[in-house]
C-alpha cells in the first residue's frame, strides 16, 4: 500500500508541478549528505548559502511521478504541509522549488533519532518514557483532526526527534499521505504501512479514526516490542488485522499497568465509532497521571493570530481581499478548523470558543492572551471573530509568495488602474472594511510609501505584505 495512485495514463515530464516557474535550487542551497531515501524521494541535509543555517531538503524526483494523482498529491502533500507548519511536534516547512528533475521540499532540520530507530534500539521502555512519546505522537493526531487533516500514515518511521538532547521534542516529518478531510467524510482508497494500517482501511470504508488505531499500534509497540499482528504472509496478517484477537496476556503484559493496558484497548477497538478520540487519548488518567512539560508552546493558531495582529491596517484589509479570492481546495483546512472553534457553529468565534479551541491545541493561554488574539483578527472591530477574519489571520505566509495572490489584491485597491494606490483610493477601500479613518491612512501612508511620492505603487506594496516585520 502506497499514497501514490498508478491508475491514470503516463505523463512524460514536461511542464511544472507547482504552479510557479522553475528555480534552481543549487544557487539557494549547498546539498550535503543523504539523510534518507523513499520511494519517490531523496532527503538530503542543505545549507541556506545566504544564512548558514541547515535544514532537510526533501527532493521528489518527477520522473517517478506515473499519473495526475501522483502530481495532486505531491501538490496536496506540500499544501497540508504549509497548513500545518507551525504546530508543534510537526516539522516547520521553510520553501518549495521546483526545477527540472524534481520538486524540493526545504524543512527543518531534525538531528536526533527516528522513533523507529529509538525503539528498535531498547528492550522495553519505562512507562513513564512512554507516555512522554505516545503524548506527542498523539498531539500530531489531534492537531492534524482539529485542523481537517488525515495522516493516513502515522508509524514510527515518519517521526524524528529534533536532537539528541534527552528532552528533544519528537516531529512528524511526512505527510505523503495526508488529506484534507471534512467531519464524517468516508475515504475508500487503500493507504498506510501494513503493520500500523486500520481494519476499517482494509474494508475499504474509513474516516479519521483510523489514524487512532496507526497511534494505538505504535502504543502497543512501545510497551511489548512488537506489533499485535506481525504473521507471514502478508495477506494473513491482513486478515488477522481484521479480525483476530488481540494478546493482552504474553509477557510482558501482565508487567504492564491497567491504566494503560486499557488505554491501548480503547486505541485499537475494530469499531471505529467506539474508538477513543484523540482528545480523550489525551486526557486519558494513564497519560494526565504523568507531568507533561509545562513549558508554554504556541499552536500554529495562536502563533499566526499574534502575527496578524501586529500587522498594520492596509495589510490586514490586503489579506482579507486574498482570502476571498482563495479556492475552495485552498481553505478547505481552514475553515474545518474555524468550524471546530466555533462550536455552537453561529458562524462566529466568541472568547471563550477561542480559548477551548487553542487549549485542545495544546496552548496554554490566560484569559488576557485570548482577549489579545481576539482583537488581533477582529478587523472590524465587533468583538468577535467571523469566518473571513479567521481565514485572513491564518493565511499562511507562503501565499504571500504567489505574484497572482499579491497582485490581485492590489488591484482591489488600485481602483482605476493606473499602477498606483492613491490616497482617495486607500480611503474608499479601507473604509470597505470600518478603518479608513484619518489617523490609520496617515499611518498606512507613512509606512509603506517609501519613496514619499504621496501614492502606494506595486513594489512598495508587495515590499509591505511580504515583509516579515509586519
Not at 514536461?14 to 543523504?34: A, R, Y
Not at 488525515?150 to 534527552?166: A, G, Q, T, V, Y
Not at 512528524?172 to 482501511?201: K, L, M, Q, T, W
Not at 504474553?250 to 485499537?268: N, Q, T, Y
Request: aromatic share 6%.
Amino acid at each position: 500500500m502506497g499514497c501514490f495512485s498508478s491508475k491514470s495514463l503516463h505523463l512524460p515530464v514536461k511542464k511544472t508541478i507547482l504552479d510557479k516557474p522553475t528555480e534552481d535550487i543549487k544557487k539557494l542551497f549547498i546539498f550535503h549528505e543523504k539523510l534518507g531515501e523513499g520511494q519517490f524521494s531523496i532527503t538530503r541535509k542543505c545549507e541556506e548559502k545566504s544564512t548558514g543555517k541547515l535544514y532537510a531538503c526533501k527532493s521528489i524526483l518527477k520522473t517517478k511521478l506515473k499519473s495526475k494523482e501522483d502530481e495532486i498529491s505531491v501538490r496536496r502533500e506540500i499544501q497540508i504541509m504549509k497548513h500545518l507548519s507551525g504546530q508543534p511536534n510537526i516539522v516547520e516547512f521553510k520553501s518549495v522549488y521546483e526545477d527540472q528533475d524534481s520538486v524540493h521540499l526545504v524543512m527543518e532540520l531534525c538531528g536526533g533519532k527516528g522513533l523507529f530507530d529509538k525503539m528498535a534500539s531498547s528492550q522495553g521502555h519505562p512507562e513513564k518514557d512512554v507516555i512522554g512519546i505516545i503524548r506527542q505522537v498523539v498531539n500530531v493526531v489531534q492537531a492534524c483532526h482539529f485542523m481537517g487533516v488525515m495522516h493516513r500514515d502515522i508509524k514510527p518511521e515518519n517521526f524524528l526527534f529534533s536532537s539528541n538532547d534527552e528532552n528533544a521534542m519528537l516531529k512528524a516529518i511526512d505527510f505523503r499521505c495526508a488529506v484534507y478531510i471534512e467531519e464524517g467524510e468516508i475515504h475508500n482508497d487503500r493507504v498506510g504501512s501494513s503493520y500500523y494500517v486500520a481494519p476499517e482501511v482494509l474494508h475499504g470504508s474509513y474516516g479519521k479514526e483510523a489514524d487512532i488505531w496507526s497511534a494505538g499500534v505504535v502504543l502497543y509497540i512501545l510497551l511489548c516490542g512488537q506489533p499485535p499482528f506481525v504473521t507471514k504472509p502478508e495477506e494473513q496478517m491482513l486478515y488477522e488485522i481484521q479480525n483476530a484477537p488481540i494478546d493482552y496476556e504474553s509477557h510482558p503484559w501482565p508487567c504492564i499497568s491497567s491504566a494503560a493496558k486499557d488505554l491501548v484497548k480503547k486505541m485499537l477497538i475494530r469499531n471505529p465509532k467506539k474508538r477513543i478520540t484523540a482528545a480523550k487519548v489525551l486526557g486519558h488518567p494513564w497519560i494526565t497521571d504523568v507531568e507533561a512539560s509545562d513549558k508554554p508552546i504556541d499552536s500554529v493558531v495562536s502563533t499566526r493570530l499574534k502575527q496578524f495582529g501586529n500587522m498594520n491596517k492596509l495589510k490586514k484589509v490586503a489579506l482579507k481581499v486574498m482570502a476571498k479570492n482563495l479556492s475552495e481546495e485552498e481553505i478547505k483546512g481552514l475553515k474545518t478548523t474555524f468550524s471546530n472553534i466555533d462550536t455552537d457553529k453561529s458562524g462566529t468565534v466568541t472568547h471563550e470558543e477561542l480559548k477551548r479551541g487553542l487549549t485542545t491545541l495544546g496552548s496554554k493561554v490566560s484569559e488576557t492572551e485570548v482577549k489579545h488574539l481576539i482583537e488581533a483578527a477582529d478587523v472590524d472591530g465587533d468583538g468577535i471573530i467571523d469566518i473571513d477574519e479567521f481565514i485572513s489571520a491564518m493565511l499562511d505566509r507562503f501565499k504571500l509568495d504567489q505574484d497572482e495572490h499579491v497582485h490581485q489584491a492590489f488591484r482591489h485597491f488600485d481602483k482605476d488602474n493606473d499602477g498606483r494606490i492613491t490616497r482617495d483610493e486607500l480611503e474608499i477601500a479601507m473604509q470597505e472594511y470600518g478603518v479608513g479613518d484619518e489617523d490609520s491612512i496617515k499611518q498606512i501612508t507613512s509606512e509603506v510609501d517609501t519613496n514619499n511620492d504621496g501614492s502606494i505603487d506595486i513594489e512598495e506594496f508587495c515590499t509591505m505584505m511580504r515583509s516579515t516585520r509586519t
